[in-house]
């Protein structure tokens, strides 16, 4: 080989590596709001078992002279801890994902998320580690998160639409958002003198509040769209093969549940979810919107892509929290689940655009 075949070969190594990089597409941006924040699947997973012991075994069992109710109220306990201690971790994490995303939306509403999710992880801090019975359900100072969970979720949802583009993402950002923005109505008229006595504002309230569940229970319905994975391969029809299940799963219990003393299911309902302006009008009602929403929790949970699993975490959440939470315990789910749908729904929708 002559000198001037090694240099022409050499000539033209060079050129390719002078090729300048592709650019990034411009759905790689907030690559950290597509993964679930640490310990938010561990947090969803203790607050839905503290869902499922104390708030349904619980009053089903009895008046706490049975040894396995001192058992479960033990578990139910220990499960609360773990989820609110994990929830903190991951309600942080997840909160300054979002806060530092500088893309995402305005400085100001930025700095207001910020400010409103440092008042809810102090207020479940308190509610945690300091003993029990300080913080009550009707303090103020549970009252005071309660207004500041709905107007973080409002300013979150209005972030997230902002930077959304596809329908089902914009419906459930709208749904969430309404599902905070009338229980805040509400409850700014029931606490605001001397408005809280005039007959029209009582009903106001009353029908604020019926609307609200209903945003409520259309909330994960909507999400499915976006959340759930409806590729066509193994782990996408496997994941909405559990989702089906979980639907007649629930469809299942809810017959059951028709047996029990109309009494006993009006508390178990209110006990569990916080519904209850449909209890007396079509009580059974409210079997097609949780069944649908456990059953896309399940799908969502199951699947092998962390935006979908991170999105089924939030639906567990949002119904394990409950419609107009006045717990911390239940005022913190709220807020962690309204965080994932917008870390999923955004995560989503860059996946989605990126391969468009």
Not at 47 to 57: E, G, M, N, S, Y
Not at 80 to 107: H, K, Q
Not at 156 to 172: I, N
Not at 213 to 226: D, G, T
Request: charged share 15%; aromatic share 6%.
């Amino acid at each position: 080989m002559s000198v001037g075949d090694v240099d022409s070969t050499h000539e033209h190594e060079p050129a390719d590596e002078r090729r300048p990089a592709p650019e990034p597409p411009p759905a790689a941006r907030w690559p950290r709001l597509a993964r679930m924040p640490p310990l938010a699947m561990l947090s969803a997973l203790a607050a839905l078992t503290h869902a499922v012991v104390a708030r349904l075994c619980l009053p089903l069992l009895g008046d706490g002279r049975i040894e396995l109710l001192r058992v479960l109220q033990a578990a139910a306990r220990y499960a609360l801890n773990l989820s609110a201690c994990a929830g903190m971790v991951a309600l942080t994490i997840g909160a300054l994902d979002i806060v530092v995303a500088r893309d995402l939306t305005y400085v100001s509403r930025r700095v207001v998320l910020a400010v409103l999710a440092g008042m809810l992880v102090c207020t479940l801090a308190l509610a945690t580690f300091l003993p029990n019975g300080t913080i009550g359900p009707q303090s103020q100072v549970v009252l005071l998160a309660a207004g500041a969970l709905h107007v973080y979720v409002v300013q979150l949802m209005l972030a997230t639409m902002r930077a959304e583009t596809s329908l089902a993402g914009r419906t459930t950002v709208a749904l969430v958002a309404l599902a905070s923005l009338f229980p805040l109505a509400s409850l700014l008229v029931r606490h605001t003198e001397p408005m809280s006595h005039w007959a029209w504002a009582q009903a106001g309230v009353a029908s604020l509040h019926a609307l609200g569940e209903l945003a409520f229970l259309l909330v994960p319905i909507a999400a499915a769209f976006v959340v759930l994975p409806w590729s066509d391969d193994v782990s996408g029809r496997a994941a909405r093969r559990a989702g089906t299940l979980a639907v007649c799963g629930m469809a299942v219990l809810f017959g059951a549940a028709a047996r029990i003393p109309n009494a006993l299911y009006g508390h178990v309902m209110y006990s569990a979810l916080r519904l209850e302006w449909a209890l007396e009008r079509a009580s059974l009602g409210y079997a097609v919107p949780i069944s649908l929403a456990v059953g896309a929790a399940t799908a969502a949970v199951v699947s092998r892509d962390s935006r979908h699993r991170q999105g089924g975490a939030a639906l567990w959440l949002w119904l394990a929290g409950g419609y107009n939470p006045l717990t911390p315990a239940r005022v913190f789910m709220s807020a962690l689940a309204a965080t994932l749908v917008c870390r999923a729904i955004l995560g989503v929708g860059a996946e989605a655009s990126k391969k468009s």
